[in-house]
């Protein structure tokens, strides 16, 4: 396999730098002036409906014959069918902005390393799949330095913390309904994309009002055209970068192995964290780097050892199937054998009993 081809050192230095770039924007957006998560995330997904609309434009006439990206449409079924997986993708972005808020950059990947263990038990619960000691082990010593990273003040709040936690609980849930959605939409992904990005810039609307963040609105109202520019092309930048980045990942998982991409996540998680610390002057505690070395290495151990139990499931299916033609080879041989053709016509045999084991 190769690992290291120029498409693929591309697609993997593409997925750090802009996703690195999200965290640090988002960051400083959410803690500035106009540091309201909800309007963030709503014109975020508003962003994310224009851009897939153009790009579908763009390709369309320059490209047609490839069908990129899947006709943007209003199917109340698929609507319905998508409902549930749009539900917790919008909780879980809005609590991840929402966590950011409250967190250093530095400490965020702390705050947001429960994914692992919710997704192990989520995939247990609505998928029905397997989960080894090994597996269970790693996600131990990830739920570990979680737990010795929230005693670190300076690094984590009770706020960070739970809402870093709940948005682990719904992008969790998300993964597991995307792989439950996807078969439904003719396993087109990007037609998923299309009715996710729709409902969530909805709800994320709907939230606004639930959650009194209105008034961000009558704010931008009293601000002169230059403030508003201002406020607004930052958010405006991070919902094109989201939306590029979602092409990224997605090209990322084509191109690139399971073990390539996972391992350029935690390296990007570490980056991350270094980044946090010379452009915001944050600093790192002995336990919030314990902390860190436990998350993101728990997470590296239960991804080894996914891919190993994959590998070993994989070479048993092709072992079975060996031998299964194998013994159907020898089973039908005598069979073959013992065909005569029958009053001219090949495709009538008379079968001798006796030559058959």
Known sequence: MELFSVKQIIALLLYGIVSIILVVLNKRILTGDFGYPL???WIQQICGLICYVFAYLLTSSLIPKYNVFSKPGFNLKYIKVCLPMSISCIAFISLSNTCLKYVPVSSYAIARSLTLLFNVIFSVLLLKQSISKICIIACLIVMTGFTIGSYDSQALNIYGIMTGALSSIFQSIYIVQIKKVTPALNNAEFLTYWYNVLIT????????YIFSENKAFNELLLMSPFQIINTICPIVLSGILNFIFGLITYWCIQVTSPIA??????VKSGLQSLIGVITNGETLSFITLLSLSMTIGGSAMYTFARLSENDQKQDHIIKNSTSFKKLFSEEITPINDSCKINNGNPNECLVNPKNIK
């Open 261 to 266: 991409y996972n391992l350029t996540g935690y």
């Open 39 to 41: 309007i963030t995330t």
């Open 201 to 208: 810039s909805f709800f994320a609307f709907i939230f606004i």
